[in-house]
């Protein structure tokens, strides 16, 4: 294979681009906070990923072997699946990552890529059945990391509902869910660039598609140390669980009553806490879209944990359901009542922070979209 100027020049600029994205990453003041060291931890995985990417387009810039720019491709490939399934499974379920799993992927890695080599030297005639056993072993890699994220993804999900009643929480993990999506597509992409005959462009094509991909992905990584305060707070946490004797079990303070506590003083606990959740909900408060659930307990006088064992006991709810159903009850309300009302900036009056998932719980209370049951119910004029 002849090396064209373009591939040469396009590599070392993907080479300059890689190495100050990693200079950026690495370089990214981090809150000296145990919540952020997982965060940090998968920043690391980046900015060796990067790191590693630089290397290789460096080092392949001119060669003209198209056998041995596929080695390195699918081994450069099947490394980054294992860094990218690390990082986005760090910052969900950062206890589910650790060292030593990580180092056992990194010598299986290693040993496939050895035997490959060793075919393309010794037995060159073998290599493309080593090659396609390679590439089997990259499929099972991308399924068992696909499998472990959704099972850890759904997991951190419900520990985010549970820990802070908010109906937006799982938005709050879509940057991670964007990366490792797209890693996926990516990774489809790249069975298809395996499996073709390699050649000057389609190298150059790879390399200006995985430099633009890893732009994005420093980019999402950056937004999400600027947003990603409120997963990292819980994610490293077990999900708290309720007592048997009614209490809540986990990292904070156990809300228990023992054998020492009336029926009757827990009646008067709970009824002080009805009394100021009646005015916070007359003066229409539930209509705050920034607020967190340790924030109103506290202007409730109570704890989080008594906060949420309230409305588990009390209302046999969470507080994010009663609340979400005051919302769209007040949507509602203001569609009968408001003439002219713009439904498209509906869910900003009453709380949400998010229009289509506004959308979706308004059609699922009522059974009609907000359009048309403002056609059917609004003001006439």
């Known amino acids: 294979m002849i090396v064209c100027h373009h591939q040469i020049l396009i590599s070392y600029v993907s080479t300059a681009i890689l190495v100050t994205l990693a200079v950026v990453l690495a370089g990214l003041p981090t809150p000296r906070s145990r919540r952020w060291l997982r965060w940090s931890i998968s920043r690391w995985f980046m900015v060796a990923t990067f790191s590693a990417l630089a290397l290789v387009s460096y080092l392949m810039a001119e060669c003209t072997d198209a056998i041995w720019q596929k080695t390195v491709v699918i081994w450069d490939t099947s490394f ?12 969900v379920a950062p206890l589910e ?5 990580i180092v056992i992927q990194i010598v299986l890695i290693m040993l496939l890529a050895a035997q490959l080599i060793v075919v393309q030297c010794y037995f060159p005639t073998l290599y493309y059945y080593s090659y396609g056993l390679y ?3 990259f499929i099972f890699q991308v399924r068992y990391y696909a499998g472990r994220f959704r099972r850890f993804y759904k997991q951190t999900e419900s520990a985010l509902y549970v820990n802070y009643d908010d109906e937006e929480a799982s938005l709050r993990l879509r940057p991670v869910l964007h990366i490792f999506c797209s890693a996926l597509i990516i990774g489809a992409v790249m069975l298809v660039i395996f499996v073709l005959p390699m050649s000057s462009w389609l190298y150059t094509a790879l390399v200006v598609l995985y430099t633009v991909y890893y732009t994005w992905v420093c980019v999402t990584m950056i937004g999400y140390r600027i947003k990603g305060d409120y997963i990292i ?13 009614g ?6 303070p156990v809300v228990s009553c023992g054998s020492d506590c009336s029926g009757v003083s827990i009646a008067s606990h709970y009824d002080k806490l009805e009394d100021a959740l009646q005015r916070w909900v007359e003066q229409r408060g539930f209509i705050e879209s920034d607020v967190t659930t340790e ?5 409730m006088g109570v704890s989080r944990n008594e906060f949420i064992t309230y409305f588990q006991q009390v209302h046999n709810t969470t507080f994010r359901s009663w609340r979400m159903r005051l919302r769209l009850e007040e949507a509602e309300r203001l569609i009968r ?3 002219g009302l ?4 509906l869910y900003e009056l009453v709380g949400f922070n998010d229009r289509s998932n506004f959308h979706t719980k308004f059609t699922e209370f009522t059974g009609l979209t907000p359009r048309t049951y403002q056609q059917e119910n609004g003001p006439r004029f």
């Open 295 to 299: 924030q109103l307990a506290e202007r």
């Open 342 to 345: 713009q439904v498209s900036c």
């Open 135 to 137: 590439i089997c072993f």
């Open 233 to 245: 707070k819980i994610v490293g946490e077990p999900v708290k669980a309720m007592m048997p004797d």
């Open 97 to 101: 990552v650790t060292m030593r799993r």
């Open 337 to 339: 009542s408001t003439p």
């Open 80 to 91: 980054q699946a294992l860094l990218l399934a690390a990082t986005a499974t760090t910052l």
């Open 247 to 252: 209490g809540i079990q986990g990292c904070g």
